[in-house]
């Protein structure tokens, strides 16, 4: 009795006081939690982080731009609060997926000329197409339409490589996705370019408007050792020296690039660059098909990038690239969709389990390249290749939130054992439910909210009929 009447006072203080920091706090928090702008909580996280950890369930937080924390749900609930929390249970959510080579505006050529080897397909169709047809409004409305592509199948970074690429960079931004864009120069004339040195001076004013963007890396695309000539190919390679940028070009894509090469300088396509001074840390090429055992010593040794293109490489009958033995060499290989023209859609999960099957046929080894290897391309792996490891290609604290959730309750989807075979073995581009860019939702519950997509397509319509047109291939 004597005792209460001086601890009682106290205790209800203490009381009182903790339950107006309770108010406090945002709904749902306690007075420690930090206020952020999205959780997404309950998934299976599959981190891609150096340990490859699965969270199963896990929760991510993201303030603005970025990741705060990755955490089991409740730790996540009891660290933070936000006016947005997406309920991701029996979802899957992975680092967006990161196409290392397209050309998106060749959506719209999509279908126009298939089941041809690479050489008659572009000189016969697509560099005739593309001398007619290609302009900045198609640039634009094929872009839009690739952007829509991506953000419903989980895409969020893309390399790129076309004509006008300023007008790429423009509709990415608008779309809210990151890419590294690479404005094209080659040896003839083109409709953006009359020469390479007026493809130069466009890409250099190009890389000057996008410089310091936050989504857009803008870098100078050659398009390959046997349509440019070596002074050109140097001054590229200098454009890129100049501002700091990777580049990216086509290399050693088919036997007849390869037999080109030999004739004309006695060296592989390969060889033949580093002859020039071209190969460096910041080149992406893409395909390297026809690349002999000195070739991948070389590449290792220069410390240049691969992305493989697999569905483009059996399509156009160009070959198989080495992959596993890229990967053992240690080189970084990135995955890649090509342009819609040659595989015929944008869907990076294709393209991991075309990667997965086809190394596994030709070694006959079903180890060659497993579902983890798969993934690891399409995501970190794909992020180092473009020089963007330190911000996106896995959920990490710290790195930008490029993030995709992916259902996994459907008939095809059930049972799963392992988020990771099924994400490589499964899933689909259209299984993607939501997209975040940089911390912005691009697409909730498969509902795309940057574009207008009713307005993309028919704009991708009425085009495709001026298209056809123009090469005699009316659409349907
Ligand atoms: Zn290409």
Redesign the pocket.
Known sequence: MRAAPVVAPFRLLALVSLLAATLAASPGGDAQARRVSLIVTGAQVVTMNPGREVLSPGAVAVDGQRIVAVDRPEAIAARFTAPETIDATGQILLPGLINT?T?APMVMYRGLADDLALMDWLQKYIFPGEAKTVSPRMVRIGTRLAALEMIQSGTTTFAD?YYFEEEVGRAAREAGLRGVLGQTIIGFPVPDAKTPADALTRTEAFIKEFAGDELITPVPAPHSMYTLDEASLKAARQLANRHGVPIII?LAETEDESRISREKHGLTPAAYLDSIGFLSPAVVA?HCVWVGPEDRVLLAKRGVKVSH?PE?NMKLASGTAPIPAFLAAGVTVGLGT??AASNNDLDMFEAMRQAAFLHKLIARDPQAVPAAAALEMATIGGARALGLDGKVGSIEPGKRADLILVSTRGARQTPMYNPVSHLVYVARGDDVQTTIVNGRVLMRARRVLTLDEAAVLSDARALATEVGKAVGRPPV
């Open positions: 080579h050309h490589m086509h893409a293109n483009s090509d342009g």
